[in-house]
């Protein structure tokens, strides 16, 4: 099963047309008046390489017309870094044009509000995300409807012509994000290639977004990274093991558990900087989101929450409609809303929201 890039553009801005329209997801005042003073700095401090090698100066629901700034198969780097695409967006932001941006809707700016841009930007991206490699131990049914484990002609050619090129773009790099498609805990391709950049760049920091399965001392060792982690993201979905069983398709709620219960205590001690589990909210799952926080109260993390998003890999998208109970005309919307009123919401130290679930938490 290939992940088809062009058709998820597609389903993303029909539904976007169709259902999130500019009005209803707005970011706050504040975040305008700032950015409105200072140009987005995202495309000249990162880039996310994307399924088939393609390059993506930030996240693609973010781009109007999608930025293709290259394709890593094809391309150097370097040449992608500081081609034609990636110096037209910088040119316009630095004017403050965000022609290209849906500005209404991006939240990838927020971060890097108040940093300069670098003046050595054009010697390479200082993070780059890795989202191309889709290897996964898991077949959760918002995502996909088998496990995808590469071929040996998919690992050959991201281990003899994705992984040079990137050792190639490591010389200013000072974080790497793995990954968003796959498991990198899992994913043979992505093990070795954290090995190899971490032997080139020791101080290196890794963000990982994992299902959380082989989060432990062990595995994080085995790859040398186990003082390097800056950030992780667990996608739970669940607050009990039946549902989780449920939507990700294995029974491995409490072991999770126990690896969140060890990353929790790593966090206290500082040895990473944060641990968010994520939810990501349909029908299947709306009602356990206040045990949700609660499960975060216990572990001291944060709990964040997200609306499904259509993944034309998994059949589910087909049925957008009936399981998007964050739709106003979905029958389960007042029920949801209900649902979002809970006081437990409030706590902001173990719970964040995007901005369109935000509006109707503080309302
Ligand atoms: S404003 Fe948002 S969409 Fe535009 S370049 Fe920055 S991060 Fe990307
Ligand atoms: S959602 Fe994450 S854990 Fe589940 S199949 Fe997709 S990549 Fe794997």
Not at 104 to 122: A, G
Not at 126 to 145: A, F, G, H, L, V
Request: aromatic share 12%; hydrophobic share 35%.
């Amino acid at each position: 099963m290939d992940f088809n890039f062009k058709k998820y553009i597609e389903i993303l801005n029909k539904l976007f047309r169709k259902n999130l329209s500019s009005d209803d997801i707005t970011i706050s005042k504040d975040i305008k008046t700032q950015i409105d003073k200072r140009p987005c700095k995202v495309p000249f401090e990162r880039l996310e390489i994307y399924p088939d090698g393609e390059i993506i100066p930030c996240c693609p629901d973010f781009l109007k017309d999608i930025c293709h700034a290259g394709n890593i198969e094809k391309q150097e780097f370097d040449e992608i870094w500081n081609g034609k695409v990636f110096s037209e967006l910088r040119k316009k932001l630095m004017k403050k044009d965000f022609s290209y941006c849906k500005r209404n809707i991006c939240t990838s700016y927020e971060p890097y509000l108040q940093q300069k841009i670098p003046s050595d930007y054009k010697k390479g991206p200082k993070e780059i995300r890795i989202t191309y490699d889709k290897e996964c131990n898991y077949n959760c049914i918002t995502c996909r409807d088998e496990v995808i484990v590469n071929s040996p002609e998919k690992l050959d050619l991201y281990n003899n012509v994705y992984l040079p090129k990137i050792l190639e773009a490591a010389k200013n790099l000072e974080c790497v994000s793995l990954s968003g498609a796959g498991d990198p805990l899992f994913s043979k391709h992505l093990k070795n290639l954290t090995k190899k950049l971490i032997e080139i760049r020791p101080n290196l920091k890794f963000i990982l977004i994992t299902n959380g399965y082989f989060l432990n001392e062990e595995t994080l060792a085995e790859l040398g990274i186990q003082n390097n982690i800056k950030g992780i993201t667990v996608s739970l979905d669940a607050a009990t093991r039946e549902t989780y069983k449920n939507i990700r398709r294995t029974d491995a709620f409490d072991r999770i558990v126990k690896n969140l219960e060890i990353m929790s205590r790593w966090k206290k001690n500082g040895k990473i900087e944060w641990l968010v589990i994520n939810f990501l909210i349909h029908s299947l799952n709306y009602k356990e989101m206040p045990d949700f926080v609660k499960l975060a109260q216990k572990l001291d993390i944060m709990a964040s929450f997200s609306t499904y998003r259509p993944w034309p890999s998994a059949k589910l998208h087909e049925q957008y409609d009936d399981v998007a109970v964050f739709e106003p005309y979905n029958k389960e919307y007042k029920k949801f809303v209900k649902i979002l009123r809970n006081p437990i919401f409030k706590d902001k130290k173990h719970c964040s929201f995007q901005q369109k679930l935000l509006e109707i938490v503080s309302s």
